[in-house]
Structure formats: structure tokens, C-alpha cells
């Protein structure tokens, strides 16, 4: 019969690695959604990747007046998945949006055999 201590860490190594991926699908996820990777795969030298647009009146009104001419309640912010993205292949948001179900499927799988096969 196996350790009780044993069985409790690897459902939380399971959870926590439930946890992690769900987080990194989700913001592929957004990325796709709504930032521009379809136009910074095209050129990525000379586009800005913008992952999304936050909506805080506090980000830029606590930056000063330095220059940022944008409405108070869109601030760009940059994403350095964009650069994880482009290296592994994904060119599109198609490609984002298929690669972040195929996470959130791994994700239920693995959940639904640790169930089935408790030890």
C-alpha cells in the first residue's frame, strides 16, 4: 500500500502543474485574442508586439508626462511570448488559439488519468 504523504504530494505536483499550464493557456489565449501577432509575424523588426491593451487610468497617469500621447485608459505593453511564438513555428492567431485548446485538453486528460488510476 502506498504512502498517504506520497499520494498527497502528487496531487499537488499534479495541481500544480494544472495550474501553471491553465495560466500559460490563458495567455495565449489573450494574445490572441487581442494583440497584433498576425502583423508582427509578418515583420517583427519595425512592429511593436503589443499583447494587449491594459485598462488602468493609474498605469500612465503614474508615468508622468514623458511623451506617451494615448488616451488615459489604453496603455500598450509589450510581450515576449510573441518571440517563444515565432521560435517554435506558430505563425498565426489561428495557430495561438489551437495551441492554447490543445493546453486546456492536455490539461483535462491529465486531470481525468490521475483520477482513474488514483495509487
Same mark, same amino acid.
Given at each position: 500500500?502506498?504512502?498517504?504523504?506520497?499520494? @498527497?504530494?502528487?496531487?499537488?505536483?499534479?495541481?500544480? %502543474?494544472?495550474? &501553471? =499550464? #491553465?495560466?500559460?493557456?490563458?495567455?495565449? *489565449?489573450?494574445?490572441?485574442?487581442?494583440?497584433?501577432? @498576425?502583423?508582427?509575424?509578418?515583420?517583427?523588426?519595425? %512592429?511593436?508586439? &503589443? =499583447? #494587449?491593451?491594459?485598462?488602468?487610468?493609474? *498605469?500612465?497617469?503614474?508615468?508622468?508626462?514623458?511623451?506617451?500621447?494615448?488616451?488615459?485608459?489604453?496603455?500598450?505593453?509589450?510581450?515576449?511570448?510573441?518571440?517563444?511564438?515565432?521560435?517554435?513555428?506558430?505563425?498565426?492567431?489561428?495557430?495561438?488559439?489551437?495551441?492554447?485548446?490543445?493546453?486546456?485538453?492536455?490539461?483535462?486528460?491529465?486531470?481525468?488519468?490521475?483520477?482513474?488510476?488514483?495509487?
Amino acid at each position: 500500500m502506498p504512502n498517504k504523504s506520497t499520494n @498527497d504530494q502528487n496531487y499537488f505536483t499534479l495541481a500544480q %502543474v494544472i495550474i &501553471i =499550464s #491553465h495560466w500559460a493557456a490563458a495567455i495565449l *489565449f489573450h494574445i490572441s485574442w487581442s494583440g497584433n501577432y @498576425d502583423i508582427w509575424a509578418l515583420n517583427p523588426i519595425s %512592429v511593436a508586439s &503589443i =499583447s #494587449h491593451l491594459t485598462v488602468d487610468p493609474h *498605469f500612465i497617469s503614474g508615468l508622468g508626462s514623458g511623451g506617451l500621447d494615448m488616451p488615459v485608459s489604453e496603455s500598450l505593453t509589450n510581450h515576449s511570448a510573441y518571440h517563444f511564438l515565432i521560435t517554435t513555428g506558430i505563425h498565426s492567431s489561428l495557430d495561438i488559439y489551437l495551441f492554447s485548446l490543445g493546453i486546456e485538453v492536455a490539461i483535462v486528460l491529465l486531470f481525468a488519468l490521475q483520477l482513474s488510476y488514483p495509487e
